[in-house]
């Protein structure tokens, strides 16, 4: 199985901050990783899909990028909205594994 | 409108069964594979199971493999998943999911659309 390993697990940013979340593969997925963004008690929202397509409807300040084993998410300029956990999932093959998560807070 | 409703869940004892259901609207069910993303209390995403769009392809995670069974009824638009053997690792928060259809059939499993859960709590 294809390992996802996110760190830190949390980090603390301050609105107006630019914020990168890197996500690491245990193997090469190629580009078949997806961004997820949960807010307490809420289901997932898909931000950014096949590592660098941003999903329709999601603000432009949210950016991908990455390809083989590393990758990253960027929030150009943080929102108060922004406040959540945010975990990476490989879709390059099953089991399709998602990332521990990094919950970003506010400082 | 895509919209996805859980249901089914509750309270079971340890080496119980349970049967979760999904009822499926605004979209063309049988065109896109599904999946079950469950969350224990606390805790992060766990992909449990998916199946294709045709029914036909099914997948799991190796710690429900065996005592979970993923299926779904194209003609009333509903995903099941039929949980038995049941254990107290198994509670948790089940998500239904929607897969994008980036790829063909599940080569790429990506959950776009997602309903907001049926609770699972596996206790004596």
């Known amino acids: 199985d294809i390992q996802m390993t996110q760190s830190p697990s949390s980090l603390s940013a301050s609105v107006g901050d630019r914020v990168t979340i890197p996500c690491r593969a245990s193997?090469?997925?190629?580009?078949?990783l997806n961004w997820y963004q949960q807010k307490p008690g809420k289901a997932p929202k898909l931000l950014i899909y096949?590592?660098?397509n941003l999903q329709s409807g999601v603000p432009s300040r949210f950016s991908g990028s990455g390809s083989g084993t590393d990758f990253t998410l960027t929030i150009s300029s943080l929102q108060p909205e922004d406040f959540a956990t945010y975990y990476c999932?490989?879709?390059?093959?099953?089991?399709?594994?998602f990332g521990q998560g990094t919950k970003v807070e506010i400082k | 409108e895509v919209q996805l409703v859980e249901s089914g869940g509750g309270l079971v004892q340890p080496g119980g069964s349970l049967r979760l259901s999904c009822a499926a609207s605004?979209?063309?069910?049988?065109?896109?594979?599904m999946s079950w993303v469950r969350q224990a209390p606390g805790k992060g995403l766990e992909w449990v199971s998916a199946?294709?769009?045709?029914?036909?392809?099914?997948y799991y995670a190796d710690s429900v493999k065996g005592r979970f069974t993923i299926s779904r009824d194209n003609s009333k638009n509903t995903l099941h998943l039929q949980m038995n053997s049941l254990r107290a690792e198994d509670t948790a928060l089940y998500y239904c999911?929607?897969?994008?259809?980036?790829?063909?059939?599940?080569?790429?499993?990506?959950?776009?659309?997602w309903g907001q859960g049926t609770l699972v709590t596996v206790s004596s």
């Open positions: 999932q490989q879709s390059y093959s099953a089991p399709w594994t």
């Open positions: 199946v294709s769009g045709s029914g036909v392809s099914t």
């Open positions: 096949a590592a660098s």
């Open positions: 193997q090469s997925i190629t580009i078949y």
């Open positions: 605004g979209f063309t069910f049988n065109s896109y594979a």
């Open positions: 999911a929607k897969d994008k259809g980036y790829c063909s059939g599940v080569s790429c499993l990506i959950a776009h659309y």
